[in-house]
T-cell receptor, first 114, second 114 residues
Framework: AQSVAQPEDQVNVAEGNPLTVKCTYSVSGNPYLFWYVQYPNRGLQFLLKYITGDNLVKGSYGFEAEFNKSQTSFHLKKPSALVSDSALYFCAVRDKSPGQNFVFGPGTRLSVLP | GAGVSQSPSNKVTEKGKDVELRCDPISGHTALYWYRQSLGQGLEFLIYFQGNSAPDKSGLPSDRFSAERTGGSVSTLTIQRTQQEDSAVYLC????????????FGNGTRLTVT
């Protein structure tokens, strides 16, 4: 069975500081991994994905994520946070085996303080 | 291009009434998902359509919930005899055929059952 954990409900960071939103996963095979962001009263918006190859993936709005197979993690990072990055962030996993569904984590609320 | 469109954006209904929520996916997307999200919370999977395959209905919470997808495009989620606990935001997402294709979400329908 697939599962995704986001161990922090809330992350607070000062504007200009680096941010990290954590994600760990469990799949029986090899995963595709995704990050999404949700702003108030909007649907989820795709940020980036890991398919294969380079463990560091770069995405939209200056975000990046690092795939770590040994730690089964896919943490989202940004070198310098903006107040406008404040939102709800979701990690998602999909096993590469056919017929597997997306599994989303519970979400982490990021607050960037001015 | 056009994204995923959901209508109505807001729906207020009385307990016991039936409601229909509509989703227009991105043209050419073969995968279509429905999720439910309570206020500021995580995503609850409801149902998944992939091409002409039988839908995965494993997430539907009760037999009051049903969904169909006509012509491989537009989808309608129907809730019969609505209850107050059905109040939530209902999100639709569509995706390409590849397992590593990200989902593209609509802005959701906010359902309030009074």
């Amino acid at each position: 069975a697939q599962s995704v954990a986001q161990p922090e409900d809330q992350v607070n960071v000062a504007e200009g500081n680096p941010l990290t939103v954590k994600c760990t996963y469990s799949v029986s095979g090899n995963p595709y991994l995704f990050w999404y962001v949700q702003y108030p009263n909007r649907g989820l918006q795709f940020l980036l994905k890991y398919i294969t190859g380079d463990n560091l993936v770069k995405g939209s709005y200056g975000f990046e994520a690092e795939f770590n197979k040994s730690q089964t993690s896919f943490h989202l990072k940004k070198p310098s946070a903006l107040v406008s990055d404040s939102a709800l962030y979701f990690c998602a996993v999909r096993d590469k085996s056919p017929g597997q569904n997306f599994v989303f984590g519970p979400g982490t609320r990021l607050s960037v303080l001015p | 291009g056009a994204g995923v469109s959901q209508s109505p954006s807001n729906k207020v209904t009385e307990k016991g009434k039936d409601v229909e929520l509509r989703c227009d996916p991105i043209s050419g997307h073969t995968a279509l998902y429905w999720y439910r999200q309570s206020l500021g919370q995580g995503l609850e999977f409801l149902i998944y359509f992939q091409g002409n395959s039988a839908p995965d209905k494993s997430g539907l919470p009760s037999d009051r919930f049903s969904a169909e997808r006509t012509g491989g495009s537009v989808s309608t989620l129907t809730i019969q005899r609505t209850q107050q606990e059905d109040s939530a935001v209902y999100l639709c997402a569509s995706g390409g055929e590849g397992l590593n294709s990200p989902l593209h979400f609509g802005n959701g329908t906010r359902l309030t059952v009074t």
